[in-house]
């Protein structure tokens, strides 16, 4: 199983410009999160979705949108990139149905708005 | 609300001997605590969980935390550490989002000297 995947691994964007961050997970799970790391903060929640077509926000959700279209996939937009969204992008998968309730966590995006 | 407080940025200690990195939260209802693991440039790990039952968790690479419910404490903890055991640890309590999704620490740093 390959679990969380992410692409790009790396991104520059200058600001005002749009991008999607891929996240797929070949777990079947349910449960699918978007964070961004930010040095001295942890990690925040943007965006979450427990099940295809039904999404939400987290605690920092303004400037990127989410879908979620299909079990394995849920990518992140970024509509209009600025400065403060440079951070580094986690997504996570979990399952609804079985213990105990970790999240597993891709390998990261870091990204760059010049 | 829920708020996990790591407060120490930085630990370090030599090798051998035991290490502690702390951690306290703040939430209503029981809590679900975990212990994630950031190696540099890598996602995170996951190495333990409380959900209920013995307040002492056994996790991953020799690493356990106990779960003190009147200090709200849940510190991490191995008897002999080791240089490969360098790298930034977060505490994290789920929150009710109903997606098994996280509020982190703000990570401790562990170094541990040779």
């Known amino acids: 199983n390959a679990g969380v995947t992410q692409t790009p691994k790396f991104q520059v964007l200058k600001t005002g410009q749009s991008m999607t961050l891929q996240c797929a997970q070949d777990?079947?799970?349910?449960?699918m999160s978007w964070y961004r790391q930010d040095p001295g903060m942890g990690l925040r929640l943007i965006h979450y979705?427990?099940?295809?077509?039904?999404?939400d926000q987290g605690e920092v959700p303004n400037g990127y949108n989410v879908s979620r279209s299909t079990t394995e996939d849920f990518p992140l937009r970024l509509l209009s990139a600025a400065p403060s969204q440079t951070s580094v992008y986690f997504c996570?998968?979990?399952?609804?149905?079985?213990?105990?309730?970790?999240?597993?966590f891709g390998p990261g995006t870091r990204l760059t708005v010049t | 609300a829920q708020s996990v407080a790591q407060p120490e940025d930085q630990v370090n200690v030599a090798e051998g001997n035991p290490l502690t990195v702390k951690c306290t939260y703040s939430?209503?209802?029981?809590?679900?605590l975990f212990w994630y693991v950031q190696y540099p440039n890598r996602g995170l790990q996951f190495l333990l969980k409380y959900i209920t039952g013995d307040n002492l968790v056994k996790g991953s690479y020799g690493f356990e935390a106990e779960f003190n419910k009147s200090q709200t404490s849940f510190h991490l903890k191995k008897p002999s550490a080791l240089v490969s055991d360098s790298a930034l640890y977060f505490c994290?309590?789920?929150?009710?989002?109903?997606?098994?999704?996280?509020?982190f620490g703000t990570g401790t740093r562990l170094t541990v000297i040779p």
């Open positions: 939430v209503s209802g029981n809590p679900y």
């Open positions: 979705s427990v099940g295809a077509g039904i999404t």
């Open positions: 996570a998968s979990s399952s609804r149905r079985d213990l105990p309730y970790e999240q597993y």
């Open positions: 994290a309590v789920r929150v009710k989002t109903g997606a098994n999704n996280l509020f």
């Open positions: 777990m079947n799970h349910e449960y």
